[in-house]
């Protein structure tokens, strides 16, 4: 128990909270169905947990190392829980939204726990293996998560896809604090409150207002005055930032080139390679007929290749730069983008298997890399802040880039469907549209539509990797750091949305 309890409870609750990032993913037909939710209502389903989570996990640590790690994990996996139960009871989108969010919150507690309380119990080589446990575990999450939730959606429904989490968080619970000693950070820590008020304002206003742009336009009342507050939010975030005592983020760091293209990478790493996805499943299972099983098998060569191309790299490229790695896997993923932009009214879904795989190998390359160019490029006593940002714009990057390009897909349909059939064809509904409009034009829209956002997220990705290329320039003098980091710390740092063997996890 002494040595498999702590590193099994924290993997079960890492499980669970990294599964639920993918696996509503195959669900989301049958939930605007059984919701009669809109296209907006979905992508809230995907960005709520999303954006709860990037939003509080700095804060989430801050306070968990004043109140105590093993107590805040707890809480958080009770939340969690709880949530989880929620959303399998909710009986109108705004309610599974709402429990979505909740759902953020614990995710948010036991993410920001996990590192730090396996760092307490484990030392030496017992905590590189438990780390390459954990690893592991952060990655056969992502890869089960689209399967499992297409098994329960088509078996017992997708309510299960919540109710599942019950008993795995109460044996999570129990062993936790059966197995698992409490740990707190040093003295004297103040937790950040304005900075996490501030970011979760600037974070849910920036998402909301790209929602809403696709919905009422980008110069629409709602639309400006989201960004207004977003912007006001970050102004205020600001100088938050430069009182506080113990910041969630110290501004210097941006002041570093090299800190500052590993956050680019981050950001657009899980936008770019996974904020497609919703919209191609709902295509698979809408347009092509294809059970929410099939349509989560579909997904699996990119997890497959991500996963494989993690080990390579962590096993044969440990003395690569990470600006080559994290770079050179930003323009794989590109490329798998504009290869998957060859859609048409006639395309199947063997059209995606090539750009799935590139995405895959380039989701390998920069999942356990990013993370430790981020601590090479501070000093070790700012290896947590630099962790905790790339674990933060991870998730920020894969909500915003659902919100964005939901956008794209509805915008560049209007030119086929009218603007309301456009919503309600990216939202799951192409069944109550088919006595009004031609099955080759609901194909050759709904295609042209995804086209459009792989070539979106294909050219964010072609500058994102220039700019990595561009800024991540460490120093001679750090050079060995980097080549350090590059190697087992990103293994610890491999369960942020999405490190080592959380390769293929957005």
Partial sequence: MRTWGPLTAVCLGTFMLLLDVTIVIVALPDMA??????????QWVVDGYALALAALLLGAGATADILGRRRVHVAGTVLFATASLLCGLAHGPDALVAARALQGVGAAAMLAT?????????????????????????????????????????????????????????????????????????????????????????AGGTAYAVVRAGTDGWTAPATLASFALAALALACFVPAERRAAHPLLDLSLLRRPAFVGVMVGALAFNGVAFGVTPYLSIWMQTLLGMSPVRGGLTLLPMTVAAMVTAVVVGKRLHGVPARLTVGGGLLLIAAGCFCQAVLDAGSDRTALVPGFVLVGVGTGFVAPTVAGAALAAVEPARAGMAGGAVNTVRQLGYALGVAVFGTVVTSEMSGTLPQDASHTLAGGGAGALRGSFPED???????????????????????????????????RAAAAGVTAAAGPAPREASGDPAGGGAAARP
């Fill in 441 to 475: 034009v609901l194909r050759s829209a709904f295609a042209s539509g995804l086209d459009a956002a792989l070539v979106a997220a294909g050219c964010a990705g072609v500058v994102a990797a220039l700019l990595v290329l561009v800024l991540v320039r460490p120093p």
């Fill in 114 to 202: 996990t590192l730090p309380l396996l760092g307490s119990v484990y030392q030496g080589r017992q905590r590189s293996a438990a780390l390459g446990v954990w690893g592991a575990v952060s990655g056969a999450a992502a890869a089960v998560g689209p399967v499992v939730g297409g098994l329960l959606a088509e078996g017992p429904g997708w309510r299960w896809i919540f109710y599942v989490n019950l008993p795995v968080s109460v044996v999570a619970v129990w062993l936790t604090l059966k197995a698992v000693p409490e740990s707190r950070g040093p003295r004297g820590m103040r937790v950040d409150w304005a900075g996490t008020v501030t970011f979760a304002a600037f």
């Fill in 33 to 42: 169905r059984a919701l009669d939710a809109s296209l907006s209502d979905l």
